[in-house]
């Protein structure tokens, strides 16, 4: 069962397809090169993969449900973040998006996608890519635009907009189809202050 696989999916039985994808597709090829199966399925059990791939990082739970805080500060393009996105349900995301854009374009992104995304909050330097595909693609959906003004408080602002718009059943999603450098050291450094600050939100938004 996926459930015997920690990485591939959630306690609460969510299952990320494109990781199963990823890891079916590795178990054919090994198997195809004459590996044991028993082998290479609990090689595959006990694989750890690296950081800040859709990892759950805070959870607030309340009695109506849990809002959890994922971050995929890895999906640094259009391509892993549509995968990012298409893990979860209809309008059930609130996705932290935006970064250094290196001329990509998300219209499209933004129109397969619309269906799962409650709200977004725009971080980054170069947010106009990203406000254009939601004006073209969906404008609907709710936006904040995070002052790219202050790099230290950056993710702070950002965690607390998207907490604002988050009810128990969604995921605070931190996908930005962006790389990091504008504003954050590297992806990772990206991701542990994303981490950081959904705990501290948590925190402080426990139920007494």
């Known amino acids: 069962q ?12 969510t299952v990320y397809p494109h990781l ?11 198997l195809g090169l ?19 791939r859709i990892q759950t990082v805070a959870v607030r739970h309340t009695a109506e449900g849990d809002i959890r805080f994922v971050d995929d500060s ?9 995968a990012s996105l298409g893990s979860f ?11 250094l854009a290196k001329g990509g374009r998300f219209e499209q992104l933004v129109a397969d996608q619309a269906a799962r995304i409650k709200a977004a909050v725009i971080i980054g330097a170069d947010q106009l890519p990203m406000t254009e595909a939601f004006a073209a693609s969906a404008p609907d959906i709710p936006l904040t635009l995070i002052d790219p003004s202050d790099n230290e408080t950056v993710m702070r602002r950002a965690v607390e ?20 450098m504008d504003q954050f ?4 450094d990206r991701g542990d ?16």
């Not at 890895?74 to 549509?82: E, G, M, Q, V």
């Not at 202050?193 to 938004?205: D, G, L, M, S």
């Open 2 to 13: 996926v459930r015997d696989f920690p990485h591939l999916c959630e306690p609460d039985g």
């Open 20 to 30: 199963l994808a990823d890891a079916l597709a590795a178990l054919a090829l090994v």
């Open 34 to 52: 004459g590996a044991d199966l028993d082998h290479a399925v609990q090689s595959l059990r006990d694989f750890t993969p690296g950081g800040h």
């Open 74 to 82: 890895k999906a640094t393009n259009a391509h892993a973040a549509a």
């Open 89 to 99: 349900g209809f309008k059930s995301v609130v996705w932290i998006a935006g970064g």
């Open 161 to 180: 907009a998207a907490g604002a718009y988050a009810a128990p059943g969604d995921v605070v999603l931190m996908a930005p189809a962006c790389a990091s």
């Open 185 to 188: 050291v590297s992806y990772a």
């Open 193 to 208: 202050r994303f981490a950081e600050q959904a705990r501290e939100w948590v925190r402080t938004h426990a139920e007494a």
